[in-house]
């Protein structure tokens, strides 16, 4: 048979994977129409708006964009017309934890993936490749597969590849030019190995071959999950020292540094921080905690759990390590967070540990200053409405300022907390800020940010992660 031909493709769900993912597609196989789709009207407006706001952001996205947008990349909220006219379909939707319901708090709830699946099987009068790109449970595909199956027109085929994203925010655009390795799974079947190859070719525009892994498609499925699994059990692990060097003097970039030395262990993605946030670890963990539980293996269910647990317990721990070395108390004091983001380069606050600092800072009835150099306003105001849904916001923004630079959410602010790892914050004009706050003057890095000896210079009493209070 001769290899399958992609020449149309489309992918439903324009957010921070399908977006850049599919724009770097149409980049870099400008023979191939790529339409986004997505039923958020205001999403797909700002994709197509003519002075490129687009509705993320992510450093070299816009120069993507305005190189193909208009060419062969196109955004629509015509899910219908997106689906028919391709051959290929990558399923981009959000699978976030459920909130309520059987099983809730635990498992990936699968209805926006369902729903994009009923509309294929719906739609189609041709056949497709259908590319699962959410992150889901292991053995998702089968029930895509089944749904499809069982609603499909005579004449249509549907073969189902797991095509999980590794990008990570921030960087995304640099890892998609340049991915680690391109993860596609297929059924073993001579229809599932072809479709592979199919998908496999697009990659093979720019991708080296020996960066391409075909695997079977639970394998691929359960690899995603794993991969961020263990990114965050290594953040825990180190943050999980972290507590022990605050306690005994010990500095935990020398002991990361060390650590990493050690070839079988490598140095990267061994920071120290007030604990990992965004919209993936902490659920893809909880998923293989359900997906553990289901299949009867309470162990491995509660191993992993720790991982999430030992997070929540550092962002918590620097809240109370605020507190207490502000008096025990900060009521009515003024606290200046510095990032909102859940990192840096991203404007995306998903999960992010400043919300969880703010709240506690919150409940302590303390007075918030709030400045991100990305994060919209409205965003901030959604948020922190989300995290305290019984506060009316109307007695939020009377705790809550949110500042348009650094120096104005430092001004008269007794702690400055630094939640995000923004570069500038580095580039702060220290002195000028130590002049403007109430005295004595703390500043609690929460990223390993700031040159802690400098600013002990200028008078702040500097309080790290990782590192036992100067004095
Ligand atoms: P997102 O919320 O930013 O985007 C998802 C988009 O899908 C939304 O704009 C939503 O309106 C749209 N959508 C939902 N149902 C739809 C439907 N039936 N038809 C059309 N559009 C629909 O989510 P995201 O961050 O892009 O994540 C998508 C998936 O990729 C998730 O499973 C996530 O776990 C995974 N992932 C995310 C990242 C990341 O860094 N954000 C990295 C790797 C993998």
């Given amino acids: 048979m ?10 439903i769900g324009a957010g921070y994977v399908g977006g850049p993912t599919c724009a770097v597609i149409a980049l870099k196989c400008p023979h191939i129409k790529v339409t986004i789709v997505d039923l958020n009207q205001a999403r797909v407006d700002a994709w197509n708006s003519p002075d490129f706001q687009l509705p993320i952001y992510e450093p070299g996205l816009d120069e993507v964009v305005r190189a193909a947008r208009g060419r062969n990349l196109f955004f629509s909220t015509d899910v219908d017309k997106g689906i028919e006219e391709a051959d290929l379909i990558f399923v981009s939707v959000n699978t976030p934890t459920k909130k309520s319901g059987v099983g809730a708090g635990f498992a990936a709830d699968l209805n926006y993936v369902e729903l994009a699946t009923r509309r294929i099987a719906t739609v189609a009068n041709s056949s497709k490749i259908v590319v699962e790109k959410s992150t889901v449970p292991c053995r998702t595909a089968e029930s895509m597969r089944t749904i499809l199956e069982a609603n499909s027109k005579p004449n249509c085929r549907f073969d189902i590849l797991s095509n999980p994203e590794f990008l990570a925010e921030g960087t995304a655009i640099a890892d998609l030019f340049k991915p ?4 596609i799974g297929s059924l073993q ?8 190859a199919a998908l496999a070719g697009v990659y093979g525009n720019w991708v080296p071959k020996d960066r391409i892994l075909t695997v079977g498609l639970w394998s691929s499925e ?3 999950l794993a ?6 059990q290594r953040i825990s692990s180190i943050n999980a020292l972290s507590a022990i060097c605050e306690a005994t003097g010990a500095n935990i970039d020398e002991v990361a540094h060390a650590v990493g030395y050690d070839s079988r262990i490598g140095p990267k993605f061994l920071k120290a921080s007030v604990g990992f946030g965004g919209s993936c670890f902490q659920k893809d963990i909880l998923n293989l905690v359900y997906l553990s539980e289901s299949l009867h293996l309470p162990e491995v269910a509660n191993y992993w759990r720790q991982v999430v647990d030992m997070n929540e317990y550092q962002k918590r721990r620097f809240s109370k390590r ?54 919209p306003h409205d965003q901030i105001w959604a948020d922190l409405a989300e995290a305290s849904p019984l506060t009316p916001i109307d007695t939020i923004k009377k705790q809550v300022t949110i500042c348009s630079s650094a120096m104005e959410a430092c001004k008269n602010a007794e702690a400055v907390v630094i939640a995000t790892e923004w570069k500038e914050f580095n580039e702060i004009n220290w002195e000028e800020v130590y002049a403007h706050m109430n005295k ?13 000896k400098k600013l002990t210079k200028i008078g702040f009493t500097v309080n790290t992660i990782g590192r036992p209070a100067q004095e």
Avoid: H, W
């Fill in 227 to 232: 991969a961020n699994a263990m990114l965050a």
């Fill in 180 to 183: 680690d390795r391109v993860l």
């Fill in 322 to 375: 605020v507190v207490d070395t502000l008096f025990n108390t900060i009521t009515g004091k003024r606290i200046a967070v510095l990032g909102f983001a859940f990192k840096a380069d991203t404007g995306d606050t998903r999960e992010s540990a400043a919300i969880t600092l703010i709240k506690d800072f919150q409940s302590e009835r303390a007075f918030v200053n709030i400045y991100d150099p990305q994060v």
């Fill in 189 to 196: 079947t001579q229809e599932g190995l072809d479709a592979c």
């Fill in 222 to 224: 359960l690899s995603k």
């Fill in 2 to 11: 001769a290899p399958i031909k992609v020449t149309k493709i489309c992918c």
């Fill in 440 to 452: 004595p003057a703390f500043v609690f890095d929460g990223r390993l940010l700031v040159d802690e």
